[in-house]
């Protein structure tokens, strides 16, 4: 019923708008897109593709005041024919979902916005828009506040900042939340999960060893203070609560799904295993289930428990003809990669259906799902329901690692052949940028602990853990 309620109050406040009288190309005022970077809430704005890009008038920023936005950073905006628009703050704020499209912005003399020509409440005062130095727009049949001090301060309550290599910053309702460090574990479980952070403190296993012992140890950010946990060639690292889960390779004897107390202690097997990939989540353990045929473990479909063992369910069993390579957990959704397609379901195996063909590696920033298409040689970005799609970037080699840190995407690319040659590239989330960060590292696997970019160097069969700073 909410959503529904939402959903009549966009399309009445869109047909509304639509209604305005028409402006004369006089009243209308050239602006720009903006070029610089913006960060809401801890999220990175892709502006250059967004529906309602930010805008420059007067040498002053604009923000589009859409559903998504405002209610984002805090406010509430209603609609009346006769009254026009009323904005107000309220307490809290939700993630930011961007609204975008594969249209790229240009910056040409064709911009143009008009005056807003309805009358504007906010926080129950009238704006004179008329006396305004720098009036409210209409661009696109939504409605631009000036990002001046008078608005975001002390009308609004936000806190702003400039920097310029981070761009603009807003924040409101007390600044980002813990989304973004959890979007971090998120991905390094992705990777493999050979590192996990959790309260200053870095879980990893420094080196895994195909045959080998290897150590689960932990260490502070800055590298001091190590404590080896257990000898376990520890993989897939979720921490939830005091205990870290793992699971060990199948060649490793015993393998299976493990947990130790962040001290070290109460180190237990959860189940005997063979397994591959897993997460945790809320009270359940996801992993894929392996099967020993003839000699060599293979993937014979997607699994939860409780983290104590019980209530093992089959939510995705493996098809005929069909093969599983890695699952990605976002929310109360489940998205998963079988031959080389991408698909979504719930977290209990339904609403199950694909999204797209000619996939081979996916996760999931700031509500965009992130793929590798094109034999491993092409970045795109979707939204999570498959309806837009955009096209980012494309290698001359093989993607075959994706991360993301304070709007620039890591990828691992290269090869692993006879001659390969491997490399760590990242560029911005709308697809510019990009830069060269490493060279020759044999490397597939990325992690970011604070400002920290890990990544792993392959050799004989053991992944060795190797860092450098990102700011």
Known sequence: MYKARISLYILL???????????????AHQVKVAEF???????????????????????????????????????????????????????????????????????DDTQMAELVPFPVKVNDQVIDNAAEPYPLLLYRNITYFPMTWRFTRDIFGWTTSWDAEQGLGIESCGGATDGQAKQADALNVANNGQLAVQDGWIYMNPESKYFEPSQLVKRRMDGSGEVKLSDDNAMYLNIEGDWLYYSIPSQNDPGGIYRIKT??????????????????????????????????????GIHRMKTDGSEDQLILAKDQNSSFSGFFLDGDTIF???????????????????????????????????YVC?????????????????????????????????????????????????????????????????????????????????????WEGNSRIDHMEEK
């Open 13 to 27: 406040l869109s047909i509304a708008l639509s209604l305005q009288p028409s402006v004369s190309n006089a009243a």
């Open 37 to 107: 970077p913006v960060t809401v809430n801890g999220t990175v704005l892709d502006v250059r593709h967004s529906e309602y890009p930010l805008l420059v008038y007067k040498d002053i920023t604009y923000f589009p005041m859409s559903w998504n936005n405002a209610t984002a950073l805090g406010l509430t905006a209603q609609w009346d024919p006769m009254l026009g628009i009323s904005v107000e703050n309220r307490n809290d704020c939700i993630p930011l979902q961007q609204d975008l499209t594969p249209t790229i912005h240009s910056n």
């Open 263 to 300: 001290d070290g202690t109460g180190r237990a097997q959860i189940y005997p295993g063979p397994v591959g990939k897993l997460w945790v989540r809320e009270g359940w353990i996801y992993y894929m289930h392996q099967t020993n045929g003839g000699g060599y473990y293979w993937i014979d």
């Open 336 to 370: 998963y990669v079988k031959q080389k397609a991408l698909y979504r379901m719930s977290l209990d195996g339904s609403d199950n259906r694909k999204l797209q063909e000619d996939v081979t590696h996916a996760v999931v920033i700031d509500g965009w799902i992130y």
């Open 374 to 458: 094109h034999n491993g040689t092409q970045l795109n970005k979707m939204s999570r329901d498959g309806q837009v799609d955009i096209s980012l970037y494309t290698s001359e080699q093989g993607i075959t690692a994706l991360q993301y840190h304070q709007g620039w995407i890591y990828m691992a690319v290269g090869s692993f052949g006879i001659m390969g040659s491997n490399h760590i590239d990242k560029l911005r989330i709308d697809g510019t940028g990009e830069t060269r960060l490493t060279s020759a590292t044999r490397t597939n696997l990325l992690y970011f602990a604070g400002d920290t970019l890990y990544y792993n160097r392959l």
